[in-house]
C-alpha cells in the first residue's frame, strides 16, 4: 500500500550532479543508522539550494564515514577537496552554493540493510551483526533484499529508501494504478504496457520506468527501461522496431526496407541499403528495390541491348558501357529494353521520331514505316535529306479548352475566348506571328495552312515549380487583383492576408494558393464557398460532391489547405507525393489531367511566370502557427495512449519535444487547433498540441446547414416566440460547446462570444 508519493529514481554512480535538496525531501524519516551520519548537514545544503550564505563561508564540504560516525571537512576551493576526497572511501563532496554533489569516490551506491521497526530512531533497530552490504547497481541490490524478508535498499548518495520487501509494488499506467507483492511479477505487469512505472510501495520511489517500446510486426510487445535491453530483446524477433517513448520516434528496427529479387522472384529482405548490396553484389540478374517507394537502389540485370540491324548481339546492365561496345559495331544501335527505345545510334538511314525524340533506326525505309505504324505519334524521318517519309501526327489538333497560343513581346499568349493571358517567356521554336496549339499543353504543333506541324515540347514553368518556394506576393496585390476580378461579393474579397499567413506558417506559395481557390470556388462563389467556406474543393468528391467539407471560416480553410497540401502532397513523405510542383499534385488531387495547367494559368495571370519568381528560396513549416480558438469548456478524450508536444511535430523549423502524454480514455482541456493539432492543456497548466487523430472532441457541435447571407440564432429560452429572445446569431462552421443534452428539438450551447443559449438541434452536428 503506498503511503505517500514521491519522484525518486535510482540514481547511477556516473551522474555527475545531483540536485542534493530534491534527495533530501525524498529521504524517508525510517533510513537505517548506517546512513544517519548524512543527515546533519541537510540544512546546510537546502540553505545553499535556496542561494543563503553558509555558515562556514567555504563552497566545498566534504563528508566521509569513519568509526566514530560522519565527519566533515570545508574547502573554500575545490582542488583541495578532491585531492582530499580521493584518499578516502565513500566520500562525497559537495557544492555548498548550488547544493550539488561534484564528486564521489562510493563505488558501490546501493546498501542492503534490514527495515527498521516504525517509530525507530534507526540506530536502536539494529544489532551489532546486521552489518550493512553494499552493491554496485540497483538490480543486484535488490536481487539481494529480496533474499530475506524485511529489507530495504538505500540510495547511498541521498539516504533514501528506494526499495523494500516490506511493502507492495505499484505499477502505474495507461489505466491506472495496481499494486503487487512482488519486484518481478511489477515489471511483468509493466513491460506488457506502452507506458508504465514501478514504484516502491514504501516510499513511492521509481524503482523502473518504461522509456522504450518494442513493435514486433507492427503491433506492440514489450517496454523497456533502457535502450540496450530494448536492442536485446528485439534482435530475436524479426520485423521488430524500437520505439522511443518520449518522442515517439523509430530509434532502431530490423524491418525489411530491401527487397532483392532474381529474374522476378523475391529472394530476400533486408532491414539496411548495406547488407542489401552486400548480398545482391554476389549475384547475377539481381534487383534491390527500396519497399517504402519501390524505387529500384540497385540493378545488375541487362538493361540495355546493342542491336546491328534486327539482332541483339550483346546485353548490358550501364548504358555507357553498351554504347561504349556499340561504337565498335559497323551499324549497331542501343536499344533501352524496358522502353524499346533507342538511345544511341550509328546512323540508320531511317530513323523513327515521337515528338523530334528518336525511338529507332533502320537501313530499310520499308522496316522504318512498318515499324512506325505499330506506334503513335511518329514521324519516319530520312537520316540524310530530313524529309519526312512518312507521319500519323494529328492534321489537325484540337486543344482541350479550344484555346491558342502566340508570341507577343518574348512571352507566350493563351487565348482562350475573348481572354487573353500571358503565361512566360516563349520557348525558342515558338516565333511572333505564329499561331500555336496543343492537344495536352506539352506538346506543340504550328498552324499552317496545309496542315498543323508540330514544333517541340513545352510547358507552362508554374507547372513544374517548386510550390514550397515562397511567392514575392503581398498580402495588399493580392487583395488588388481580388478586386479588380473577381465578383464584389466574392468570399475571396479582402483575404490576401490569409494566403500571405499561411505561405509563412505551413511554407506553401501563397500565389499557387491563391490561384487553386480561384478554379476551385469559381472566384469565390461558389456553393461550397459561399455556404461552407470551402474554396478548395476539400471532401468534394466526383461521385459525391456534396461530401464536401464545412470550415469554420475562410481563413481557417485557406490555413487548412497550406497545412493538408504541405504535408500530403509537397513532403516527400506524405501519401499522395509524386513532385513538389502541380503536376505532381494533378496525379493524385484531380481527375481533370489539366488541372496543373488550369491553375498555371490562373497563377500567370496574377504574375506571369520569370526567373525571379521561379527562384525564390524554399519555406520551412513552422513550429509556430495560429491556433483558431474553441470555445471555453471544450473537452477532448484520447483515443489512444497520446503524446503532447510543445509544438507541431510536423515543422520543420524548432524541435518540438515530448511534454507529456494522455492515457487513453483520458479527458482533458482542448483549447482550439491549428490544422492537423488540438492544443490541450495538461494537469500541470502547461499547454501543448496533440496529433487530431488521436482526441475525440467529447461536447463539441458545429453549425451547418444555413443558407448563405443566413444565420442560425441563439436564444434566451428554447422554443422561443419573438425575435426579442435571440442573443447571438452564427454563421455555417461556427464551433459550440454543448453544456446540455438535447431536448425537444433544442441543444443548450456556450459559443464563441462567452454566450450561452438555446440553437436549433437541426442545424448543429457533433464533431468527432
Sequence with gaps: MIRHRSTTVALAIASALIPFAQAFAQTSSLGPSSVQWRWGSRQTHAAARSGKSTASGAPYLVTYPSKTGALRKTFSELGPALAFAKNRKDTIIFDENTGTIVYTTIQNPYEVTAQPAAGSSGA??????????????????IAAAGSHANQVVVDRLTGAIIWSNGENYEVSGPSGQASYQTYSAALSAARSMLSATVAAGSTGAVLWSAAYRVM??????????????????????SSSEVIDTATGKDVWNNVPQFDVYQNGTLLKQFSTQASALQFAQTLTN??????SNQKTIYSNVPAYDVEVGSQIIKSFVQEAHAIAFAKTQPGAAVIQISSNQVVWSSGGAYGVYRYLQLVRTFDALPA???????????????SATQAVDYSNYPATVKSPYGDTFTVQNGMVVDHWGTKNYVLAPAPSFMKPGQTYVSNDYSHWYEVNPSGDVYVGQWVNPYQTMNLETASTLTAAQINAFFAAHASPSSVLQNSGQYFVEAQQAYGV????LVAHAIIESAWGTSYFAENRNNLFGYMAYTNNPNAAATFRSVEYDINFQGWFVRNSYLNANGPFYNGANLNGMNVDYATDPYWANSIARIMSQIAPYSDAIGNQPQLPEQATRKVFQYPAGAIGQATVTATVYSAPTDATTGTPVAIGSFAKGANFSVLGDSPGWDEVKLQSGQTGFVNWNDVSLQNMLAVTGIHYGSTLAVNSVSNPTSAADTI???????????????GNGWDYVADGSGKVGWVSSRYVQVIH
Design 216 to 237: 514486433v510486426g507492427g503491433q506492440f510487445s514489450q517496454s523497456f527501461s533502457t535502450l540496450a535491453d530494448a536492442k536485446t530483446y528485439a534482435h530475436q524477433n
Design 124 to 141: 536502536s533497530s539494529k544489532t551489532s551483526t546486521e552489518q550493512p552490504v553494499y552493491y554496485k547497481t540497483v538490480d543486484q541490490a
Design 286 to 291: 539481381v534487383t534491390v528495390v527500396q519497399i
Design 368 to 382: 522504318a514505316v512498318a515499324f512506325a505504324k505499330t506506334l503513335t505519334d511518329v514521324q519516319v524521318i530520312d
Design 728 to 742: 447571438d446569431k452564427l454563421t455555417n462552421g461556427t464551433y459550440l460547446v454543448l453544456l446540455k443534452a438535447p
Design 509 to 512: 506559395n501563397a500565389q499557387y
